[in-house]
C-alpha cells in the first residue's frame, strides 16, 4: 500500500482585492475614533494626507517616524505614491489609523510583504479606546474626594 500525500497551501486570511480600475489599492485603518483611508500604487514616492503633503499634516516628529517605519521596514519608501484621507479623533489617533490603513494598502498592493508587516505588528488593530465617564463620579476613575465627616 502506499499512500499519496497531498500538500496544501493554507488559505490567506484576507481576501485581496487587487487594483482598482485605477490602478489603486486600497486600505482602511481605524484607531480610536479615527479612520484613515490610504490608497497606494506605483509611483515617485510622493505622500499626500488630506490633499497636503505629509510633513504639514504629521507635525509631530514621532508620528511621521512612526509611518515612515512602515515604508522602510518594507522597502517600499520612494518607490510607491501614497494618498490618504483621515477624518475624526485627534493627532495621535489619526496617526495610528494612518499606520494601519498604509500596511492594510501594502499587503495588497504586494501579499509578500505581509511577513514582515506582522513581524512589526503593522497589521494589528489597536482596539483601546477611552473609557467612559460613570454617573456620581468627575470623570472614568476618578472619585470625589472621601470625607468622613
Not at 511621521?64 to 522602510?72: A, I, T
Not at 489619526?94 to 498604509?102: E, F, P
Not at 506582522?118 to 489597536?126: N, P, S, V
Request: hydrophobic letters at 30%.
Amino acid at each position: 500500500m502506499t499512500e499519496t500525500i497531498i500538500e496544501t497551501t493554507p488559505a490567506p486570511k484576507v481576501a485581496l482585492r487587487g487594483p482598482d480600475r485605477f490602478g489603486w489599492f486600497w486600505g482602511t485603518g481605524r484607531r480610536k475614533a479615527a479612520i484613515a483611508r490610504v490608497r497606494v500604487k506605483t509611483g515617485t514616492g510622493e505622500f499626500t494626507v488630506n490633499d497636503r503633503a505629509f510633513d504639514e499634516h504629521c507635525v509631530d516628529v514621532r508620528d511621521r517616524q512612526m509611518v515612515n517605519q512602515v515604508l522602510e521596514s518594507t522597502g517600499t519608501k520612494g518607490k510607491i505614491q501614497v494618498v490618504a484621507t483621515t477624518t475624526g479623533g485627534g493627532t495621535t489617533g489619526q496617526t495610528g489609523a494612518l499606520i494601519l490603513g498604509l500596511a492594510r494598502a501594502i499587503r495588497e498592493y504586494n501579499p509578500g510583504l505581509e511577513a514582515s508587516l506582522r513581524e512589526h505588528g503593522y497589521l494589528t488593530r489597536d482596539a483601546r479606546r477611552v473609557e467612559r465617564k460613570k454617573y456620581g463620579q468627575p470623570g472614568a476613575r476618578r472619585r470625589f474626594q472621601f470625607s468622613k465627616r
